[in-house]
């Protein structure tokens, strides 16, 4: 009984605070790396994750689309070069993320 | 979600925060064989200064000495750069990255400045402090540019300051700081590297 109380507590915390925007690895590790640093750039996002253009592209407009990542363009020369940025509410939401994480390590614990 | 997969969740978390600020391609070999070739150098240097004369060319000392440091420096630069170039491969990451560009720009301000600063001694001909300096910018430098890579290059990096420093203190005994410093030093703490990090690796 006591065991299937804890199991729902536990529900109940996955369900409230964990970001649906990060539910998926990529997106989290790419919110990692942008947290990390001031700015990282496509290409080297590419190359840390190993992961296709296609792919991190789709996850970086997702992130955008939640206002959690802002996008520069620029040019180094003559090569396009986008860099990207957390923004306050992406930082925001990710410490809550790791809040949310932690809390369910401490519960499954306890 | 399993405790497992949470865990494996915060561990990918971590790993991707530290390598994404840390270049970690940085060969520890390099190092060794820096050391090896500074310390041919020092012996030659010596030979020069104080032996007998079998090794004295046509050419003032000053510019045999300044010589070898040169062919000392262009050699470590490129086996550090080869090595390091080989090592990235294997781990699949370029060279020049986001990391290794910030480890650079750090590092080449205390350099430049340092090699700027040993330029104008020579034009003085002020040669006795011109080990200490090579060593206490180039510790300066290894320091600023640590936060970018391993921990271990900030002790180096504090190491030769220090010895720099002592070099300073004992006049007439740059040459023999300077072969600790970029010789037994870098051995010392390519060797740690290469067993932290390099072999571990090579493994996978």
Known sequence: ?110 | MEDKDLYDEINSIKKIMERSTKFISLSGLSGILAGGYALIGAGIGYEIIYGNGILRGGYSIDIQLFSIALIVLLLSITTGIALTARKAHRKGQTVWNQSSRALLKNGLLPLLTGGAFILILLLHADYHIIAPSCLIFYGLALAAASQYTYGDVKWLGITEIILGLLAMLLPGYGLLFWALGFGVMHILYGSIMYFKYDRENNAD
């Open chain 1, 1 to 110: 009984m006591a065991a299937l109380c804890t199991l729902n507590t536990t529900v109940k915390i996955t369900l409230t605070n964990f970001d649906k925007a990060f539910e998926n690895r990529i997106r989290l590790q790419i919110m990692s790396v942008l947290v990390a640093n001031e700015s990282y750039d496509f290409n080297s996002l590419k190359e840390l994750l190993a992961v296709t253009d296609g792919n991190l592209a789709s996850h970086l407009k997702a992130l955008e689309k939640e206002e959690y990542i802002t996008m520069t363009k620029s040019f180094l020369g003559r090569k396009p070069n986008t860099s990207y940025r957390a923004s306050a509410k992406g930082i925001t939401a990710f410490k809550k993320h790791l809040e949310a994480l932690e809390n369910l390590i401490k519960q499954q614990r306890g």
